[in-house]
């Protein structure tokens, strides 16, 4: 936020200083991203940096100022690649011609700083997203080869190749950015845009790339429950561009309307200062969600277990526990199973897990080495059901869900709970903080499934006294989570406590509208007899 001030002081005077330090420092997302171990604040700031060359007058400063966004640039692209989208701002700014080749080695000279890259890669690092130790590898893992290429999730193509996608792209595109700047900040980078000094075009220009069309070209289902989390950190970048954009909008007001637009302005820097975090504000210092996760794997896993495909905070979790901590180094983590260079790095790290026949696809590796881990009577794991291999069924347990070749029997499936219930029970996870992030949120939504998933595994047992304390435990967790009331209700239902059961259903309609609880409401109400 400071460097954007000193870009918009030397732009638009002290007014227009104060008016992007206050549009950026207010922006959520910078807050947020600023109090996290990531690289977005890292780079608003050589962003800030970039822009700030674009406000040198024509002459000798200007090409210098050139070089040094470029070697800005360069470097930038070592933090995050979407630094790409400034490009065109500063042929904008400085032109392409008239800067000559400087620049461009200045940029090459920046970019020298991904030859770290194959030094990691021949350390063999427990979290590696490719192999780096060949110029081939080195591609592939800058164009993320192996992760959806050009694509921000891999599951969506690019947005821009789909124009019937474009209308509620570009919605949810201002959507975002107004929950970002608010009205205040809005009609000053609006009034940046008519702005008669300062580089008004480079910034517009980078603005409009880097927001409105990456959003358009990330093409994520506005109404997806991780969309927004996922495009937070990229709200970042574009935020730097609109608060030197609210400075010249500052300025203009100033200028232009004497008085009423000193009054103005001054209100709406009042308002606009409204929007800043106090001090020490959702610091993320009391979440400790994600240290939990990793000792309820620590504590709940078999000896000896493969954790097969976690997701992120699983892995991360577990790897962080098993390089700095040097705890359960027994369970094996298998993941990048789907990429060739990932197939190698397990055959490297565990040869023991392959089979001996040939492997045709991540698929195959898969099947081939859950089926073989079994039949050796290797406890295998993953954290989500849907996970486990076509054939095989996940059972609950305290911790994720343990993989069987069949069904166990109900004398055995009662004995795991009772088992689980207890570790659950005595155990310390602490949950995620009022305040927490989403992804903090989804590592202690591991501990809330667990107590669900046993209820309903109960529940199926007959078990309606056990389930019903397990659907309270769950809901302990997370008292938003309709599908645990709807469950607790019928496990009320088929205890005969029909009153209360409707109670339940009501509060899980009050979370979310379904026909099936709407259903299973009426057949309470005449069980109750109302």
């Not at 200083?17 to 977005?40: H, I, K």
């Not at 989804?442 to 397990?470: D, I, V, Y």
């Amino acid at each position: 936020a400071g460097a954007a001030a000193l870009l918009a002081l030397r732009a638009a005077g002290p007014a227009g200083a104060a008016a992007a330090f206050l549009f950026l420092a207010g922006a959520p997302a910078m807050q947020t991203l600023s109090r996290v171990g990531e690289m977005y604040s890292l780079l608003a700031l050589i962003a800030a940096g970039v822009a700030l060359c674009w406000t040198e007058p024509e002459g000798p400063r200007s090409r210098r100022a050139a070089c040094l966004a470029g070697l800005l640039i360069g470097l930038g692209l070592g933090v995050h690649q979407t630094l790409l989208l400034v490009l065109p701002a500063c042929a904008a700014a400085f032109g392409f011609r008239r800067a000559g080749w400087r620049p461009w080695a200045f940029l090459g000279l920046g970019l020298a700083v991904h030859l770290y890259l194959p030094i990691r890669s021949a350390a063999d690092p427990a979290i590696n997203w490719g192999s780096a130790q060949t110029a081939a590898g080195l591609a592939k893992m800058l164009t993320r080869h192996y992760y959806g290429g050009a694509r921000l999730h891999p599951d969506r193509s690019a947005g821009i190749f789909q124009p019937s996608h474009w209308g509620p792209a570009l919605v949810y595109a201002a959507r975002l950015l107004w929950e970002q700047w608010g009205a205040a900040g809005t009609l000053l980078a609006a009034a940046g845009l008519f702005s008669r000094s300062g580089p008004r075009a480079p910034l517009a220009l980078a603005f409009l790339l880097s927001g409105p069309a990456f959003i358009l070209w990330a093409d994520l289902d506005p109404g997806g429950l991780s969309s927004a989390a996922i495009l937070e950190p990229h709200l970042v970048l574009p935020a730097v561009f609109a608060a030197g954009l609210a400075g010249l909008g500052a300025a203009r007001l100033q200028q232009s309307y004497g008085r009423a637009g000193a009054v103005l302005l001054g209100g709406l820097l009042l308002v606009q200062s409204l929007r800043l975090a106090p001090v020490g504000a959702a610091s993320g210092r009391g979440d400790y969600s994600a240290e939990d996760l990793g000792k309820g794997m620590a504590r709940f896993l078999a000896p000896r277990s493969l954790l097969v495909d976690p997701d992120d905070q699983s892995a991360f979790a577990l790897a962080y526990l098993q390089a700095v901590r040097a705890v359960r180094s027994d369970i094996v983590p298998v993941v990048f199973f789907r990429t060739w260079w990932g197939f190698e790095r397990i055959k490297r790290r565990h040869p023991e897990l392959l089979p001996a026949h040939e492997i045709r696809s991540g698929q195959d590796l898969l099947s081939a080495v859950v089926g073989k881990a079994l039949g050796e009577g290797r406890p295998v794991f993953v954290d989500f059901p849907g996970k486990a291999p076509f054939g095989n069924f996940p059972m609950p347990g305290a911790w994720g869900y343990r993989l069987r070749a069949r069904p166990p029997d109900r004398a055995a499936a009662a004995a795991l709970v009772a088992a689980a219930v207890t570790a659950l029970e005595l155990d310390s996870n602490r949950g995620a903080p009022d305040g927490a992030d989403f992804f903090s949120k989804h590592a202690g939504s591991f501990r809330t499934s667990a107590w669900s998933n046993l209820a309903t595994l109960a529940q199926s047992l007959g078990r309606f006294g056990l389930a019903e304390r397990l659907h309270l435990g769950a809901l302990r967790w997370d008292p938003d989570l309709a599908e645990s009331w709807n469950n607790l209700a019928n496990a009320l239902l088929s205890q005969g406590r029909h009153a209360q059961a409707v109670g339940c259903y009501l509060a899980a309609l009050s979370k979310t509208e379904s026909s099936q609880i709407r259903y299973n409401l009426g057949r309470a109400l005449v069980l109750s007899g109302r």
